[in-house]
């Protein structure tokens, strides 16, 4: 029997995660957002039956089973609980939520639900690129991993600039939870999820001014006037409890050299190393028969929003916990948290 869901915000990302579903022939069941063009746009795109202006009526439908939830940041958690207190199963884009203490109310639904479970929107772990160093690391080629470096940089790409992503009551931050999320979300998973302990960070809210932020284009529309209290650009070292360290830069605007790729990440560890340059290019780095190499490991490329979708059908059928699960994105949002805290005090913080 195909899952049934129902969709929580329906702009950019959960027509994403719609049409993944289309394609796995999940039946999308009824879409709910406060604004008509969006409830619009999933019955003409998607022939949705049922729309709703409120996400309560949703989450009361009783032939929805699992809920997707895509609306802003903000949102959440208070999406994510009302759908388990439901009785319905979550898949949450990410960032969890604004916070760790709102992340640890969501888990607490979930443990109250009776075995309903929540999955994060962390999509590029479902990347075949990225399996295919994950089985380098659990294969041992990289031995005990110690350090890992991890960056986006990019030199102009504030997102709806005086929109909610740049507004921090809604977002909770910039550049740091829009972005920085994805590659320190990769970096720990490829890890294995070391126990973090602290950190020392910094954030940077240079551009603030739509009339002196100079651009080629732009996500999404800009709203003249419109406020910009976020980061464009944030740093940090994280400690983890074996003696782990990961290196951390993220930016939405710098004055730096356009690089190609934008993004990217190494972990080094005692018999080798690994690395990703952007999100489809992995290399393992080491040492093979008394010489020092290089291999480029071949895979066959994926739909990473597909893969992920269907991992969280099979997760609901087979009672199976999902990954990226609710307690990594509790541990995720809290090295944010403490890169935040961290910046806002001038020196290095626990992580809570």
Known sequence: MPLSIGFIGFGNINRVHAKSAQQLGFDLVAAADIKPVALDEATRQFNIAKTYDDHRDLVADPDITAVVVGTPNKFHAEHAIAALRAGKHVFLEKPMALNAGEADAII??????GGKIVQ???????????????HFVDAGR????????TWWYRRRGIPGFGGW???KSISGGGALIDIGVHMLDLAVYLMGFPKPVAVSGATYNLFDKLEEYKYTSMWGNPTPGGLKDVDDYALAVIRFDGGQTLQLNISWALHIEQLE???????????????????DS??????????????????????????EMKHFAECIE?????????????????????????????????VE
């Open 142 to 149: 990289c031995g005990d991993i110690y350090s890992a470096q």
């Open 108 to 113: 607490a639904a979930r443990d109250a639900s």
């Open 165 to 167: 992503f740049t507004t």
């Open 261 to 279: 790729p934008e993004s990217g990440l190494r972990l080094m560890g005692k018999k080798g190393g690994i690395a990703l340059r952007g999100l």
């Open 120 to 134: 994060l929107g962390m999509v590029n772990r479902f990347k075949s690129s990225v399996q295919a160093l994950k």
């Open 318 to 350: 087979q009672g199976k916990k999902p990954t990226p699960s609710a307690e990594q994105g509790r541990t995720v949002q809290s090295i944010l948290d403490a890169i935040y805290r961290s910046g806002e005090q001038g020196r290095e913080v626990k």
């Open 282 to 307: 992995p290399l393992v780095v080491g040492e093979e028969a008394g010489h020092v190499v290089d291999i480029t490991p071949m895979y066959s490329p994926n739909e990473p929003f597909v893969e």
